[in-house]
């Protein structure tokens, strides 16, 4: 800072936790760390920052009861089978902590500290390390608290340091207690001194009312992104009680009388938030949605096709790393791959994994992974196989042209594999917003495109299962697709006809669900984007005698 006002500004919203908008992760650095000057005054501040540190040495280690009871705590989760994460607010802090945990922890148990003074590859790199030891222990501050999904390798969290923005605690604690996770009970520990007046503040005013909310809606609100003052004047009241030479037993009785009216004020505010969440969860209930239950499963249906199934996970993941080359031997629900075989691009693509064992349902046990469709093996995996293909030097196990002779039809038949794009535009009152959704489909025909006659989808989609019975020479095949590419113009008239059709029936499905769902006041229109991308062309060939 370059002022004393820009200073206490920078201060104030780091002690406080105050919410900032441009900020998705916590600031951890301690204020007043570190003057950096030479003047009269700053050597006097130094000072006395550095009997202020003199004062917090003389309490480390044995004389710090905060610590010494918070490590029969983690011993206690240790013993029951946990994984814990202890959240900090400071980098001192949880740097101090996590050696302290060390020293008094058995030896079996690995104990790391990741700050915002860790560049992010090297959080994910520390974090990678010690989850191979099957007791841990991780300390961390709020840079840790957002876009890091822990739940494969941790499953408890103690809040050590209580936030003043209650939304901190939910971030923390959604780090592990989220989709993915494999343990049945997340175990949370909100941390507290009964004879500290700021830790009783916070609990009493701020994180007691969150829960308390929360438990009557279902979900979290926020505290009102205009409290930020009252949260100000609560803490300053405190201090100015301490300023004035009130002892620790008149602080809290007369702090109480500061704080009521600021607490009133801020449980109003709060309170109406609430009731405006309660009205809007009321609108989207499901109970709203209960008349029209088939209408909505409809689209539901529609959703799960497009995406993928997760029998299509499985499909897919174990047939394409069989066909890189790996070893796969199933067990029950598990299976054990063995990827020694496949590409080194690969096994890069998938994380570095050589030998592991993984299963596509939960609950998994510890060293077991969890693949669903967002997994990082699968996308990676994915990501390889549509890459390989699109890249003409590479060798791939996908094609973007291919031609077979197959008894599975009697008459040529040519498969298209189309992308589609839309704009989806949504008009309420004077405002407008536009979306772009896009899916793939299977398109086929039988002929040539000049006298094509389209099939079913279902049709399509079978031609997926067709085998090859013979060979056909690559000149051959090259031949056949080259006939499709070329009369690529008579094909456009039936794939504007489907893209319309396509479009119509999203704007169903956006119709059918705001009706269930009675929202009014919004207009949907659909626009496809002509002409779809082609990514595929294969052709089957009728056996011949």
Same mark, same amino acid.
């Given at each position: 800072?370059?002022?004393?006002?820009?200073?206490d !500004?920078?201060?104030?919203?780091?002690?406080?936790?105050?919410?900032?908008?441009?900020?998705?992760?916590?600031?951890?650095?301690?204020?007043?760390?570190?003057?950096?000057?030479?003047?009269?005054?700053?050597?006097?501040?130094?000072?006395r920052l550095?009997?202020?540190?003199?004062?917090?040495?003389?309490?480390?280690?044995?004389?710090?009861?905060?610590?010494?009871?918070?490590?029969?705590?983690?011993?206690?989760?240790?013993?029951?089978?946990?994984?814990?994460?202890?959240? =900090?607010?400071?980098?001192?802090?949880?740097?101090?902590?996590?050696?302290?945990?060390?020293?008094?922890?058995?030896k079996?148990?690995?104990?790391?500290?990741?700050?915002?003074?860790?560049?992010?590859?090297?959080?994910?790199?520390?974090?990678?390390?010690?989850?191979?030891?099957?007791?841990? $222990?991780?300390?961390? &501050?709020? =840079?840790?608290?957002?876009?890091?999904?822990?739940?494969?390798?941790?499953?408890?969290?103690?809040?050590?340091? +209580?936030?003043?923005?209650?939304?901190? %605690?939910?971030?923390?604690?959604?780090?592990? /207690?989220?989709?993915?996770?494999?343990?049945?009970?997340?175990?949370? +520990?909100?941390? @507290?001194?009964?004879d500290?007046?700021? /830790?009783?503040?916070?609990?009493?005013v701020?994180?007691?009312?969150?829960?308390?909310?929360r438990?009557?809606?279902?979900?979290?609100?926020?505290?009102?992104?205009?409290?930020?003052?009252?949260?100000?004047?609560?803490?300053?009241?405190?201090?100015?009680?301490?300023?004035?030479?009130? &002892?620790?037993?008149?602080?809290?009785?007369?702090?109480?009388e500061?704080?009521?009216?600021?607490?009133?004020?801020?449980y109003?505010?709060?309170?109406?938030?609430?009731?405006?969440?309660?009205r809007?969860?009321?609108?989207?209930?499901?109970?709203?949605?209960?008349?029209?239950?088939?209408?909505?499963?409809?689209?539901?249906?529609?959703?799960? &096709?497009?995406?993928?199934?997760?029998?299509?996970?499985?499909?897919?993941?174990?047939?394409?790393?069989?066909?890189?080359?790996?070893?796969?031997?199933p067990?029950?629900?598990?299976?054990?791959?063995?990827?020694?075989?496949?590409?080194?691009?690969? #096994?890069?693509?998938?994380?570095n994994?050589?030998?592991?064992?993984?299963?596509?349902?939960?609950?998994?046990?510890?060293?077991?992974?969890?693949?669903?469709?967002?997994?990082?093996?699968v996308?990676?995996?994915?990501? @390889?196989?549509?890459?390989?293909?699109?890249?003409?030097?590479?060798?791939?196990?996908? #094609?973007?042209?291919g031609?077979?002779?197959?008894?599975?039809?009697?008459?040529?038949?040519?498969?298209?594999?189309?992308?589609?794009?839309?704009?989806?535009?949504?008009?309420?009152?004077?405002?407008?917003?536009?979306?772009?959704?896009?899916e =793939?489909?299977?398109?086929?025909?039988?002929?040539?495109?000049a006298?094509?006659?389209?099939?079913?989808?279902?049709?399509? !989609?079978?031609?997926?299962?067709?085998?090859?019975?013979?060979?056909?020479?690559?000149?051959?095949?090259?031949?056949?697709?080259?006939?499709?590419?070329?009369?690529?113009?008579?094909?456009?008239?039936?794939?504007?006809?489907?893209?319309?059709?396509r479009?119509? $029936?999203?704007?169903?499905? %956006?119709?059918?669900?705001?009706?269930?769902?009675?929202?009014?006041?919004?207009?949907?229109?659909?626009?496809?984007?002509?002409?779809? /991308?082609?990514?595929?062309?294969?052709?089957?060939?009728?056996?011949?005698?």
């Amino acid at each position: 800072a370059e002022t004393v006002e820009e200073a206490d !500004e920078i201060g104030r919203r780091a002690v406080l936790d105050l919410a900032s908008e441009d900020q998705t992760e916590g600031v951890d650095v301690v204020p007043g760390s570190d003057t950096g000057e030479d003047s009269d005054e700053a050597a006097r501040t130094r000072r006395r920052l550095l009997d202020m540190a003199r004062v917090a040495e003389s309490l480390k280690g044995d004389n710090d009861g905060k610590l010494l009871e918070a490590v029969k705590h983690v011993k206690e989760f240790l013993k029951q089978g946990y994984r814990p994460i202890l959240f =900090c607010r400071f980098i001192p802090t949880a740097e101090y902590l996590a050696e302290e945990l060390r020293k008094r922890l058995p030896k079996k148990v690995a104990v790391a500290s990741v700050t915002g003074l860790i560049p992010p590859a090297e959080r994910e790199a520390r974090i990678h390390q010690l989850v191979q030891s099957p007791k841990r $222990v991780l300390v961390c &501050t709020e =840079c840790l608290s957002e876009g890091i999904n822990l739940q494969d390798h941790f499953d408890a969290i103690m809040h050590y340091d +209580l936030s003043w923005n209650p939304t901190r %605690h939910e971030q923390r604690e959604g780090r592990v /207690d989220r989709f993915g996770q494999p343990k049945d009970v997340v175990r949370i +520990l909100t941390y @507290y001194g009964i004879d500290n007046p700021i /830790d009783g503040i916070v609990l009493d005013v701020l994180i007691r009312k969150h829960k308390k909310i929360r438990s009557s809606l279902g979900i979290s609100v926020p505290v009102p992104v205009d409290t930020d003052a009252i949260v100000e004047a609560i803490f300053e009241g405190l201090l100015f009680r301490e300023k004035s030479g009130a &002892t620790q037993q008149q602080l809290l009785p007369g702090l109480e009388e500061y704080l009521k009216p600021k607490k009133e004020d801020l449980y109003t505010r709060w309170d109406d938030a609430a009731e405006r969440e309660k009205r809007s969860r009321t609108m989207f209930a499901q109970e709203t949605l209960t008349k029209h239950a088939d209408e909505v499963a409809r689209v539901l249906e529609e959703s799960q &096709t497009a995406i993928g199934s997760p029998r299509d996970v499985i499909s897919f993941t174990l047939g394409a790393l069989r066909e890189h080359g790996a070893s796969i031997e199933p067990e029950g629900k598990k299976f054990r791959f063995d990827l020694g075989e496949v590409p080194r691009a690969l #096994r890069d693509a998938i994380g570095n994994r050589e030998k592991f064992q993984a299963q596509f349902d939960l609950p998994v046990e510890e060293g077991t992974l969890y693949l669903n469709r967002t997994h990082s093996l699968v996308e990676g995996l994915a990501a @390889y196989v549509m890459d390989t293909a699109l890249d003409p030097e590479c060798e791939s196990i996908a #094609r973007r042209a291919g031609v077979i002779r197959t008894d599975a039809i009697t008459r040529r038949t040519t498969l298209i594999l189309a992308r589609y794009r839309y704009d989806i535009l949504a008009r309420y009152k004077n405002e407008e917003k536009n979306q772009l959704a896009e899916e =793939c489909l299977l398109l086929a025909f039988e002929g040539s495109p000049a006298a094509a006659q389209w099939l079913e989808p279902e049709a399509a !989609e079978a031609l997926l299962q067709a085998e090859p019975i013979t060979n056909i020479y690559d000149e051959q095949a090259r031949t056949f697709v080259s006939r499709v590419v070329e009369q690529y113009d008579d094909l456009l008239p039936h794939l504007g006809e489907e893209a319309a059709h396509r479009a119509q $029936v999203l704007l169903d499905a %956006h119709s059918r669900v705001r009706v269930a769902a009675r929202v009014t006041g919004v207009k949907y229109e659909v626009k496809p984007q002509l002409p779809p /991308d082609i990514l595929g062309i294969y052709i089957y060939l009728p056996a011949t005698n």
